[in-house]
């Protein structure tokens, strides 16, 4: 981020903490199962509880106000410096260092056994202006040994460091700094390997604002992550800003994109997180902030490289945001008096704890609103898919339950959901109600009807002389990607032009976006003959709304009688990265092995030769 820097404002109320019966605040392992918890637990141990931290950021002067660092040193389990580590603080003039400010924190840290993220040793931004003016040939070694001398200092003392902060601008492109002018973007993987050399132990991090949703930033820093994890060099995770703004929506497949980067074998974290509006507060948009917060929570739950959420500090006091930005504030879980606001009830709900009650406190007895525009997304002849548009609450939706009839056939956290198991060529009545922490439940949506389709495929087979052979190359149907393995195989007598033959492999786009990227990860034959194209089918099938069709150039040769392709592993994700429901996919099916499939189908000269169209 910017800064921390704040101004001292007016002093606050001391928060009364019960004493609490679990113990140990540091990292637990991602993926273990949640751990009971006593009544009234704080953030951090309710996290913990779900394998994650919950920590806060602060700084120096902070550490003055005793009112501030009860709650600090009792709520938290990990501690980031806002300013007290940065380069302007730690060498001011080359080669003179001074780690008081960083050290001052880390003592308070470690006597409240509080791990330290480390904030940030390559930044653009508060960077004495000797380093701006060092000759391009100088930059590097000054950076190295900035890195060397700070991440040496703290070895064994930080979990975590923002190695470079910040690196791109908002449209995607890299952010012109001294360090980027010397040596390009390279100067990200010299930073990484360096803190790495000074302490082997740390997490190291790139850290940036404005990639917590899909978007040209985010995908710029995951194909930077992706190069650099394909180089080998010592990445561990990235860190998500979050600085949000209720006047802003809410960034769009937050879940999704952090799944992506996780998918690269990286850690995550929310590392920065407020959510400002614009003043005076009022119920109502707090009420907007505590959804946010709760947001956020959900889904770093729901990934499981998600380590942990950092605030921006955690009491409006403190808060950054009305120094920087005019006519905002009120964007922590803590108001200026040191009482806990909406959004910490929502975030203690959404980690398990009792939170939950509504604004000016009291007890939540306040339904959330029907869910409304329920329409069948999809059908198959063995399932319905269903999607509506999202309840509001006074407090925070929690989820939704799904209703066959009378019947509740399950729930779900998301605004879709798909009923299986189901009769061919049979009608069915849905409804959805939605429901929040404190156990009230909505009226139930309008209902709608959807018809299952009739068994079996819809068309007839060809009867070529080639064929195609598939495997499921993913095992979770309810992720971002298709990944289907592919294989044509010449079952005739006499050679086959490859740049005669289409494949079409048939899936339903569901909820999320309508567009989508298709993307050859491997090929025998080799990605650069092979075509691929997403198609909407002009009318919708059961299992079926689009295809991904892929042909091959004149560099793919031809095919020998008896002979095969080899193995094509194609990938298909929407471009906002949503999730699939491939369960009910005309084309998919569950075989790890290459067997041959009826249900993907394969032309030549654009006469269906093999399989059968739905």
Known sequence: MRSLLHPMRGGGLAVALATLATAGLGLLAVGTAPAAVAQGATLDQLAQAQ???????????????????????????????????????????????NFSGGDAIVSFAQAHNQQVRGHNLVWHSQ???????????????????HITKEASHYK???YAWDVVNEPFNDD???????????????????????AHAADPGAK?????????????????????????????????????????????????????????FADLGLDVAFTELDVRMEMPADSTKLA??????????????????????????????YSWVPSTFQGQGAACLYDENLQQKPAYAAVQTALGGSGGNPPGGGTDTTAPSAPTGLTVSGTTSSSVSLKWTASTDNVGVTGYDVYRGSTKVGSTTSTSYTD????ASTSYSYTVKAKDAAGNVSAASSAVTATTAASGGGGTPGTGAVKVQYKNNDSAPGDNQIKPGLKVVNTGSSAVDLSKVTIRYYFTGDSGASTFSAWCDYAAVGCSNVTQKVVALSSP?????????????????????GASTGDIQSRINKTDWSNFNESDDYSYATNTAYADASRVTVYVSGTLAGGIEP
């Open 51 to 97: 394998g994650r931290y919950f920590g806060s950021a602060t700084d120096n002067s902070e550490l003055n106000d005793s009112s501030y660092t009860a709650v600090l040193g009792s709520e938290f389990g990990s501690i980031t410096p806002g300013n007290s580590m940065k380069w302007d603080t730690t060498e001011p003039s080359q080669g003179q260092f």
């Open 127 to 145: 960077l004495p202006s000797w380093v701006s003016n060092l000759p391009a040939g100088q930059v590097q070694a000054a950076m190295e040994n």
């Open 156 to 158: 064994g003392k930080v």
């Open 172 to 194: 995607g492109t890299y952010r012109t700094d001294a360090f980027y002018n010397a040596m390009g973007k390279d100067y990200i993987a010299d930073a990484l390997r360096t």
């Open 204 to 260: 190291l991090y790139i850290n940036d604002y404005n990639i917590d949703g899909s978007g040209a930033k985010a995908d710029a820093m995951y194909q930077l992550a992706s190069d650099l994890k394909k180089q080998g060099v010592p990445l561990d995770g990235i860190g998500f800003q979050g600085h949000l703004a209720i006047q802003y929506s809410f960034p769009s497949n937050m879940q999704q994109n952090l799944q992506r």
């Open 288 to 317: 907007t902030q505590a959804d946010y917060y709760r947001q956020v929570t959900n889904a770093c739950l729901a990934v499981s490289r998600c380590v942990g959420i950092t605030v921006w500090d955690f009491d409006d006091k």
């Open 420 to 423: 299986s198991g189901l009769s």
């Open 541 to 561: 099938k059961a299992g079926a709304d689009h295809y991904v069709e892929i042909g091959f150039t004149s560099g793919a040769g031809s095919l020998a009688a």
